[in-house]
C-alpha cells in the first residue's frame, strides 16, 4: 500500500510577497556593489561592467543558485515557506533553475500575463513555471 502525499501550490499572492522580499534584498546588494564600484573602481573594477549588465548578473546568480540549492527556494521564499521543485517534486538542476529564471523575462514581457498565470492554473504553474517544468509548493510537502 502506498502513502498518498497531499501537495499544495502556492498561490499568486505568497509568491509575490516572496518576490518583494528578494526584490529588497538584490536592490541592497546591488545599491552596495554599485557604490563600492563607483569608489574603488581604479583598484578593483578596472574594466567596470556595465551596470545593466551586471545587474543581470547578480539576479540571475541569486535567484539560480538558490533555486538550486538544498533550500529550494531564494531568501522570500524560504521566509514565507514556500519551495520550488521539478514535475517530480524534486530540487532543480542549475541548468533548469537558470532556464526558470531567464524565462521569468518571458512572463514579464507580455504585460506580466505569465504571472498572471499563477492565479488561474489547477496547480498555480505561471508561464516561466509550464516553460522549466517546474511547480512552486507550500514548504514540508
Given at each position: 500500500m502506498?502513502?498518498?502525499?497531499?501537495?499544495?501550490?502556492a498561490g499568486?499572492?505568497?509568491?509575490?510577497?516572496?518576490?518583494?522580499i528578494d526584490a529588497f534584498v538584490l536592490l541592497f546588494v546591488m545599491v552596495m556593489i554599485f557604490k563600492?564600484?563607483?569608489?574603488?573602481?581604479?583598484?578593483i573594477f578596472p574594466h567596470q561592467i556595465p551596470s545593466q549588465a551586471l545587474a543581470m548578473l547578480i539576479s540571475w546568480l541569486y535567484?539560480?543558485?538558490?533555486?538550486?540549492?538544498p533550500y529550494q527556494a531564494t531568501l522570500g521564499m524560504?521566509?514565507?515557506?514556500?519551495?520550488v521543485v521539478d514535475l517530480e517534486y524534486k530540487r532543480l538542476s542549475l541548468a533548469r533553475a537558470t532556464g526558470r529564471h531567464f524565462a521569468h523575462y518571458i512572463s514579464a514581457f507580455i504585460l506580466f500575463a505569465g504571472f498572471f498565470l499563477i492565479a488561474f492554473t489547477k496547480r498555480k504553474q505561471g508561464l516561466h513555471d509550464y516553460?522549466?517544468?517546474?511547480?512552486v509548493i507550500y514548504e514540508g510537502e
Open positions: 502506498t502513502k498518498s502525499i497531499q501537495v499544495f501550490y499568486f499572492w505568497i509568491r509575490l510577497i516572496a518576490y518583494f563600492m564600484q563607483g569608489e574603488v573602481a581604479p583598484e535567484f539560480s543558485l538558490q533555486y538550486a540549492s524560504r521566509m514565507v515557506g514556500i519551495k516553460l522549466a517544468s517546474t511547480y
